[in-house]
């Protein structure tokens, strides 16, 4: 009977390492997928006639596309002939409301995901699980004073008219100022909104930032979940 028993529980633990075993490899398997599709699909271009406007030409505005490595941003000048942002996003929503800002940068997620993922070390399995079964929209908007160009904030120009087309697409994020609640940001210079969408693992935070930046006519990837297939489309500062 002992031996018996003993040949049953020694089945048992076979049979669940085989189990965990395929189950790991599963997992790794749709993540490497995932991995390749982002890749390929930020790869593909859209509005690939596009090309950046020569300041000399023609009237151009100069906006930033930033990263923090997990969620992207547009920068834009907080007021210029195109648009006034500080009608849109008051800077009396802010906790430093007295600084001279000059931009406002804004993004667009997973109400849960992004408040509580500033950054990678943030992330956990629980709200990426969450976020992927889809979940209530906010933007994040930050005020910024002269934000500085760099590998991970890259200026990029555009006409008057394709700005003009950025700022519609951008200002259509957000929900009637009856319905919309203003939500503390993650420091002193930044809120959040809630707005439009429904966030999934196909229209993550990243790809809404390419979705804007293709309504204004620019080249960008058509599926890009991760950063830096929003990244590449945007030249490096020379």
């Not at 048992?12 to 390749?36: G, H, M, N, Q, Y």
Request: glycine share 8%.
């Amino acid at each position: 009977m002992i031996g018996r028993s003993y040949g049953l529980g020694a089945a048992v633990l076979d049979r669940a390492k085989t189990i965990a075993k395929w189950s790991a490899i599963a997992l790794v398997t749709v993540a490497a997928l995932f991995f390749l599709a982002a890749w390929i699909g930020s790869s593909i271009g859209r509005n690939g006639d596009w090309t950046e406007p020569v300041a000399a030409d023609e009237r151009t505005v100069e906006i930033l596309v930033g990263s923090n490595g997990i969620h992207t941003e547009i920068a834009m000048p907080l007021v210029t002939r195109e648009k006034d942002w500080r009608t849109t996003f008051p800077v009396t929503d802010i906790r430093a409301n007295t600084r001279p800002y000059t931009h406002v940068a804004v993004s667009w997620g997973e109400r849960e995901f992004f408040l509580e993922t500033p950054e990678w070390s943030d992330l956990s399995v629980s709200t990426v699980a969450g976020a992927m079964t889809g979940g209530e929209a906010v933007l994040h908007v930050a005020h910024y004073v002269r934000p500085a160009p760099s590998d991970d904030y890259r200026v990029l120009r555009l006409s008057a008219d394709e700005y003009r087309a950025l700022t519609e697409a951008v200002e259509s994020q957000l929900v009637s100022a009856e319905a919309r609640e203003t939500i503390p940001g993650y420091s002193w210079h930044d809120v959040f909104y809630s707005a439009h969408g429904t966030y999934h693992i196909g229209n993550t935070c990243n790809q809404w930032t390419s979705d804007q930046l293709a309504a204004a006519g620019v080249n960008v990837g058509i599926w890009t979940p991760l950063p830096g297939g929003v990244m590449k489309w945007v030249p490096d500062a020379p």
